[in-house]
């Protein structure tokens, strides 16, 4: 059956991480001068507080519980490495925030501005709230219908119920719908619910490849 509409993942296929959020912190402390040995310590101290912290807390609904554990995280570390600077938590809280450190694919804004034309697209992300900000900051809003991001939904892939979730907001035929994801298991997943599925992946396959791989069979059923 002829593919109308496009599910695509984020991370991984769109965009990537350039910097880790430690790797961040361990470059701004030792900028500022601090010793190596107090930094990694202290990238400890906020890990430590992560794995109590998180004991808690099953989930991230929304972007404020996000902000609350982010910032308890780089207070933590700032009160072990100086506890006299009282602005060095709220530093690494600004600076460390993943959205900024979103990269984009060489061929992603290209290739999306290739398919929009031709396909509905929307996105199916497992990410925290302040992912959805990415899609702003990248300026790639634009191009899709809906943003579909786990931390909203309660439930993340290959949880069947977040492509159903979905379907149900776009509209989509299932059956006219194709998703990529860069994890086997995802796309699995899509297959089983109906939809057509192709598998990012990420050491050999480009965006470039999916869409050539949408021409030669943009009227035939995808396997």
Do not use: C
């Not at 807390?57 to 902000?67: A, N």
């Not at 907001?169 to 299932?174: F, H, I, L, N």
């Amino acid at each position: 059956m002829k593919i109308e509409n496009i599910f695509f993942d984020a991370g991984g296929v769109l965009f990537f991480i350039r910097n880790k959020r430690d790797d961040v912190v361990r470059k701004l402390l030792l900028s500022m001068g601090y010793a190596e040995s107090s930094v990694e310590e202290a990238v400890d101290a906020g890990n430590e507080f992560d794995r109590v912290y998180l004991m808690d807390i099953d989930w991230f609904y929304t972007w404020d519980e996000e902000e609350a554990w982010l910032k308890g995280r780089f207070d933590a570390i700032s009160e072990y490495i100086d506890r006299d600077n009282k602005t060095l938590g709220r530093k690494l809280f600004m600076l460390t925030v993943d959205t900024i450190h979103y990269e984009m694919y060489p061929e992603t804004v290209r290739i999306l501005e290739e398919l929009s034309g031709k396909y509905n697209m929307s996105v199916i992300s497992n990410a925290l709230p302040s992912l959805d900000w990415a899609f702003d900051h990248l300026d790639l809003r634009k191009y899709f219908q809906k943003v579909v991001i786990s931390a909203y939904e309660g439930m993340e892939k290959p949880d069947h119920r977040i492509y159903e979730s979905a379907l149900l907001q776009t509209g989509y035929d299932r059956e006219k719908t194709i998703f990529i994801d860069d994890r086997i298991e995802n796309v699995e997943a899509a297959i089983d619910l109906g939809m057509q599925g192709y598998h990012r992946d990420r050491e050999r396959v480009t965006l470039d490849d999916f869409a050539a791989f949408l021409e030669e069979n943009r009227n035939e059923a995808i396997v």
